[in-house]
């Protein structure tokens, strides 16, 4: 399923989603916050008013944007439906696939020796924001529904021998959700804060929808 799904981020794919997916891309970095036409007119560079427009009312329309009036302003927000999260979730994926700065090919490796059929697997520290050095660790976060300590002994030996070397971080789904929920500051909402996901993308987006009903925010 992984290669399939892989198969999207392909040369020609790419320009199936190119014209569109800028919009949903803000949402994916942050699907807590809603924004005005102008923020996102602003935020996905766009000279024309009517391409803009016209691109947040088909998505409106699908069911992924949802129109909120606050006072004399329209601000636009992701809708917690499956379309919108399957869509932040291709999304997510793409761009990060599509980032050539990062070994994707290490990262690729990683996936096919999880051996789990569900799980999430992100990335994040310097590596997200291309701040990385020749030193700099590759940090890789996987979100798993089992015993996360046989999860790490399996993918021990191939993180500590890589180039770089993977710093891998292992929680079940239960103890993300657990962290963002959490009244101190800790490492899973720096998580959330920064990050690429490569695999995985729908599990997180349900995990933080659901972590949203209660309050949560960014």
């Given at each position: ?10 040369p020609?794919?790419r ?11 803000i ?19 766009s ?73 999430t ?13 020749s ?84």
């Amino acid at each position: 399923m992984v290669i399939l799904f892989i198969g999207w981020f392909k040369p020609k794919n790419r320009k199936m989603l190119k014209k569109s997916y800028r919009i949903i891309q803000i949402f994916a970095e942050n699907p807590t916050k809603s924004y005005l036409f102008s923020e996102i007119k602003k935020k996905i560079c766009s000279k024309s008013e009517s391409y803009t427009y016209n691109s947040i009312n088909s998505f409106v329309k699908e069911g992924i944007l949802i129109k909120e009036q606050k006072g004399n302003l329209m601000f636009y927000k992701i809708s917690n439906t499956y379309p919108a999260i399957s869509f932040l979730s291709l999304v997510k994926e793409y761009v990060s696939w599509d980032n050539k700065k990062l070994p994707l090919d290490i990262i690729f490796d990683l996936i096919q020796k999880v051996k789990i059929n569900f799980f999430t697997l992100l990335i994040t520290g310097s590596y997200v924001n291309g701040k990385q050095s020749s030193k700099s660790d590759l940090d890789v976060i996987l979100i798993v529904p089992i015993d996360t300590k046989k999860v790490m002994a399996r993918l021990k030996h191939f993180c500590d021998m890589s180039i770089p070397k993977i710093h891998l971080y292992v929680f079940t789904d239960d103890e993300f959700k657990q962290m963002l929920l959490g009244d101190k500051h800790n490492y899973g909402k720096e998580i959330v804060k920064n990050n690429l996901i490569f695999c995985g993308a729908e599990t997180y987006y349900n995990v933080l929808f659901e972590v949203m009903k209660h309050g949560f925010s960014y």
